[in-house]
């Protein structure tokens, strides 16, 4: 069967079971436009490049399979490597096809011409720029392979528009061999010598952690997690990467370490005598200052990608492998740390003094913006998705919010993203339509990607919107404040530039807003009376509002800051 390059493209992404494509045509992808429409692959068109990458993040993110999205070349190529450098530092599975000039023209500072492969070879697991119609199919089933095995990414395919427009004899690679990637060899095994070694720091622990990491979801592994944890009842730390991979309402989780994190999880982790990483970094955001971060701990650390060993913190054990893999090794092999009372009376010690705590809420405002997020937590159906921005609100969201289940938490965490929750809160309704998706912004963040509720209103895509609006870059003021005497140097906003409400409005969204508790309450019921269209709330809070529990940047985690009504019993 003869086939135009660009037909064969997209019956490849058909063939790897494709269902949604984000993005956006131009001239250099223009021949792939056209066979999308004998295709039953639904496409969905972004009003900016950055916004089909997201939602294909969110997407991944909230199914499990790799998201994809499409843009052309130049200005639509560079415009989407925002959220592939955002997948890749979150190990997201993504496939993005790119447009390219004409291969005779490559090189030449053609119109619209750029080096993608060139500018993302450092945030992409793997990209390939296809010059030969032939060679489609190979790509495409190589791209998903890569994204979605082993540890998770983006994957990028450069597309000339002239191999888009010859033809090529059907065929598609009927095996792993036939894909070409010599070196690529995923781990699917785990060192018995290791394993050992493992089980034995176990059993030697009198105060354990499991600081679990975004890698345990990545392997699907929260059934092993919590059957491992019923048994042996080590205490657990999710990451904000790991939210959902353990209940928070499971008596053994004790919620999210890091800068923003729990006091006795942050403590915990510095107190603890061996720390069990389950796909995690750690990252800086977790270990503050690495020199004294559980300092006399001993270290096992699970992970499937090999460069992640001894990167930051030297392991005393090192299992490469996926952490379902690690889990069930470890249970089959009996693994279990010694009588944890005395560590569990001291953690839960921790817990009462220094619990999360807020203000008061005010009946007349402004409304304090983790009471906005209990309040839509408790009217939300059981399953809810909630995306997130960055800044406070991802902070208040993540530890307001009590997660039951993975999958229903899309934030950016490595790369810290503005911009990400509108369009990646869309991508996860597409993938999950019968679940209700909210997303948590800050009024910031919701200004670089609002365009996109454009794209959800036409498509339609129900979510909703919860603008956290204190008229501030509110992460920015809250460390201008704390470390910069009070200085507020171009990071006000103002509460009523834009006017939300007519903005949602003009985007064919209902628009609504609160500064009072009982409006708060009010809005919140009738955003989820609607289920057609897209709502965006624009919540009034209180610009003073800060995130506690603090650690400061390059502190020490042992100098946490607790809320100021908590720190006459911390000293």
């Not at 019956?11 to 056209?34: N, Q, R």
């Not at 972004?46 to 130049?74: C, D, F, I, W």
């Not at 030697?204 to 600081?211: C, G, N, T």
């Amino acid at each position: 069967m003869e086939l135009t390059g660009a037909q064969a493209l997209i019956k490849s992404l058909e063939h790897e079971g494709v269902d949604t494509i984000f993005g956006l045509p131009g001239g250099a992808i223009l021949p792939v436009y056209d066979p999308i429409l004998d295709s039953p692959i639904r496409h969905i068109l972004v009003r900016h490049e950055q916004g089909a990458g997201h939602m294909a993040e969110g997407y991944a993110l909230a199914s499990g399979r790799a998201g994809v999205a499409m843009v052309t070349s130049g200005p639509g190529a560079t415009n989407i490597v925002t959220p592939i450098a955002n997948a890749h530092m979150d190990s997201t599975p993504l496939v993005v096809v790119t447009g390219q000039v004409a291969t005779a023209s490559i090189g030449s500072d053609a119109f619209q011409e750029c080096d993608i492969t060139g500018i993302t070879m450092g945030i992409t697991k793997h990209n390939f720029l296809v010059q030969s119609a032939h060679d489609i199919p190979r790509a495409v089933a190589a791209a998903f392979h890569l994204a979605t095995t082993g540890r998770p990414g983006p994957v990028l395919i450069d597309l000339p528009k002239d191999v888009a427009q010859s033809t090529m004899q059907w065929w598609y690679p009927s095996s792993v061999e036939e894909l070409d990637l010599p070196g690529y060899q995923p781990a699917s095994s785990i060192d018995g010598d290791a394993l050992d070694r493992a089980v034995a720091l176990i059993a030697a622990s009198e105060r354990p952690v499991l600081y679990v990491g975004g890698g345990t979801l990545k392997s699907r592994a929260s059934a092993q997690l919590r059957a491992f944890v019923d048994r042996v009842r080590i205490p657990v730390v999710t990451t904000l990467m790991a939210r959902g991979a353990l209940p928070d309402s499971h008596e053994m989780n004790l919620g999210m370490p890091g800068m923003h994190g729990v006091y006795a999880a942050v403590t915990a982790m510095q107190k603890c005598d061996l720390l069990i990483a389950l796909g995690a970094r750690f990252d800086d955001r977790v270990t503050g200052q690495i020199s004294s971060f559980a300092a006399g701990a001993k270290v096992i650390h699970v992970d499937v990608d090999p460069a992640e060993f001894h990167k930051v913190r030297r392991a005393d054990v090192a299992l490469q492998c996926d952490v379902a893999t690690a889990l069930g090794a470890l249970d089959a092999a009996g693994a279990e740390p010694a009588n944890l009372d005395v560590w569990w009376k001291e953690i839960r010690n921790w817990q009462e003094r220094y619990p999360l705590v807020y203000d008061d809420p005010r009946p007349e405002g402004p409304l304090r913006p983790q009471h906005v997020i209990e309040a839509i937590a408790a009217k939300a159906p059981p399953g809810t998705i909630v995306a997130a921005g960055v800044g406070q609100h991802q902070m208040w969201a993540s530890q307001h919010w009590r997660f039951e289940e993975p999958g229903t938490w899309i934030n950016s965490g490595g790369a810290g993203t503005m911009g990400f929750g509108v369009p990646a809160a869309i991508g996860a309704k597409v993938a999950q339509p019968g679940r209700t998706v909210w997303c948590i912004d800050g009024d910031g963040c919701f200004q670089m990607t609002a365009q996109e509720l454009t794209t959800a209103r036409a498509e339609g895509i129900p979510i909703k919107v919860a603008i956290l609006n204190n008229a501030y870059l509110g992460m920015v003021r809250q460390w201008q404040e704390m470390f910069y005497e009070e200085r507020y140097s171009e990071v006000y906003l103002d509460a009523d530039l834009p006017d939300y409400v007519k903005w949602a409005e003009a985007m064919g969204c209902v628009g609504l807003r609160a500064r009072t508790l009982e409006e708060m309450h009010d809005v919140i019921e009738r955003a989820n009376e609607i289920d057609d269209v897209p709502v965006v709330i624009d919540f009034r809070t209180d610009a003073s509002e800060k995130v506690f529990p603090m650690v400061a940047s390059g502190a020490s985690n042992d100098d946490i800051m607790v809320h100021p009504r908590q720190r006459s019993a911390a000293s």
